[in-house]
């Protein structure tokens, strides 16, 4: 009973926290300068033309009148008209979507990958030159933003050594008719190699870009909490039985170690999806943040209301699942 209060007072929070945002987002973007049925028109449009379509985008009504409309519309799933690409936002925001998840997902696992393996070179080699020059690697990669270390990778591996894509999402000469957007996914469950090798091909330089800085994030947390960990007394009980010292970190050390980096991996995987909207630019990557780019751009409010909100929502989830997995593995939480 009592993690199911807590699951309902989370969702509760996550409405509130939504409809705060939706507010925020709401006002903001229409008190900026700059008319979006204007950017539409030609030169020559006449002051007809431009009240007919603000009437027709219900610009012509004030701002509290406009939020009801659009909230209400949001309930029953219906985001409104995108300006620019005259499309639903709700269907142009989903098709993007998958893109996105599929490069966050990657640069995760990416992240994960380096992080926790010089958190286990540095624990290993602790107070000793290997583990300065970790934690020195580790300062570096954090200090500089992912954007940066795209163009160094488009450097290095898209025109000094091209092996990888520099731009899109695959190859338009693949012959294959996805069924979903989860492009990578499919490809996978279709066994089908080459699609996934060309995918895999154009998301891995943005995805390594994105997990650089969190990589070093990772390693940090982990090391630290290992070291501590290393003093525990059951720790020193398993030398004692004279296991050797990789056993001891991985077996004993690191599953209590890992919970605050779990932590920190959820609430940076949120801020890893955000990361997305640059990086996606840089590589012409067909997601969401690329999009979000193009919407701000355009002035296309609809727009930029949808992809605002589903972040916010993502963000909000990710934070109540990492809560949740967080009281499952910590037993203390568990048996409270």
Same mark, same amino acid.
């Given at each position: 009973?009592?993690? *199911?209060?807590?699951?309902?007072?989370?969702?509760?929070?996550?409405? @509130?926290? !939504? #409809? +705060? /945002?939706?507010?925020? &987002? =709401?006002?903001?973007?229409?008190?900026?300068?700059?008319?979006?049925?204007?950017?539409?028109?030609?030169?020559?449009?006449?002051?007809?033309?431009?009240?007919?379509?603000?009437?027709?985008?219900?610009?012509?009504?004030?701002?509290?009148?406009?939020?009801?409309?659009?909230?209400?519309?949001?309930?029953?799933?219906?985001?409104?008209?995108?300006?620019?690409?005259?499309?639903?936002?709700?269907?142009?925001?989903?098709?993007?979507?998958?893109?996105?998840?599929?490069?966050?997902?990657?640069?995760?696992?990416?992240?994960?990958?380096?992080?926790?393996?010089?958190?286990?070179?540095?624990?290993?080699?602790?107070?000793?030159?290997?583990?300065?020059?970790?934690?020195?690697?580790?300062?570096?990669? *954090?200090?500089?933003?992912?954007?940066?270390?795209?163009?160094?990778? @488009?450097? !290095? #591996? +898209? /025109?000094?050594?091209? &092996? =990888?894509?520099?731009?899109?999402?695959?190859?338009?000469?693949?012959?294959?008719?996805?069924?979903?957007?989860?492009?990578?996914?499919?490809?996978?469950?279709?066994?089908?190699?080459?699609?996934?090798?060309?995918?895999?091909?154009?998301?891995?330089?943005?995805?390594?870009?994105?997990?650089?800085?969190?990589?070093?994030?990772?390693?940090?947390?982990?090391?630290?909490?290992?070291?501590?960990?290393?003093?525990?007394?059951?720790?020193?009980?398993?030398?004692?039985?004279?296991?050797?010292?990789?056993?001891?970190?991985?077996?004993?050390?690191?599953?209590?170690?890992?919970?605050?980096?779990?932590?920190?991996?959820?609430?940076?995987?949120?801020?890893?999806?955000?990361?997305?909207?640059?990086?996606?630019?840089?590589?012409?990557?067909?997601?969401?943040?690329?999009?979000?780019?193009?919407?701000?751009?355009?002035?296309?409010?609809?727009?930029?209301?949808?992809?605002?909100?589903?972040?916010?929502?993502?963000?909000?989830?990710?934070?109540?699942?990492?809560?949740?997995?967080?009281?499952?593995?910590?037993?203390?939480?568990?048996?409270?």
């Amino acid at each position: 009973m009592t993690l *199911l209060r807590s699951i309902l007072m989370r969702l509760l929070s996550t409405a @509130i926290t !939504l #409809f +705060g /945002v939706a507010v925020i &987002v =709401f006002v903001v973007i229409r008190v900026v300068p700059g008319n979006p049925i204007a950017m539409m028109l030609p030169p020559g449009a006449t002051e007809a033309d431009i009240a007919r379509l603000q009437a027709q985008y219900g610009f012509d009504k004030s701002i509290f009148e406009q939020f009801v409309i659009w909230l209400g519309g949001v309930l029953e799933g219906d985001f409104g008209t995108s300006i620019s690409l005259r499309q639903p936002v709700s269907s142009l925001v989903l098709n993007r979507l998958p893109a996105t998840l599929e490069l966050s997902i990657m640069a995760l696992l990416i992240a994960v990958a380096i992080g926790g393996t010089l958190a286990l070179m540095g624990t290993l080699r602790r107070d000793s030159r290997a583990e300065a020059a970790i934690d020195i690697s580790a300062g570096m990669a *954090l200090s500089i933003p992912d954007f940066l270390w795209g163009l160094v990778l @488009i450097l !290095l #591996f +898209g /025109v000094l050594w091209p &092996v =990888f894509h520099i731009s899109g999402r695959i190859s338009p000469a693949l012959d294959i008719d996805f069924t979903t957007n989860f492009y990578l996914f499919e490809a996978l469950l279709r066994l089908r190699f080459d699609v996934l090798g060309d995918l895999i091909g154009h998301m891995f330089m943005p995805a390594l870009a994105l997990a650089i800085p969190l990589s070093a994030i990772i390693a940090q947390l982990l090391k630290q909490s290992l070291k501590e960990t290393m003093h525990l007394d059951y720790v020193t009980l398993s030398r004692t039985h004279g296991y050797a010292e990789t056993h001891v970190i991985t077996r004993d050390a690191l599953p209590n170690a890992i919970l605050p980096t779990l932590t920190l991996v959820g609430v940076q995987f949120t801020f890893l999806i955000g990361g997305t909207v640059i990086i996606e630019r840089l590589f012409s990557y067909e997601g969401l943040g690329n999009m979000a780019i193009d919407a701000v751009i355009n002035r296309d409010l609809p727009l930029i209301q949808g992809i605002v909100i589903l972040f916010a929502l993502i963000f909000t989830l990710v934070n109540l699942a990492v809560d949740m997995l967080y009281v499952v593995l910590n037993p203390r939480l568990r048996h409270a």
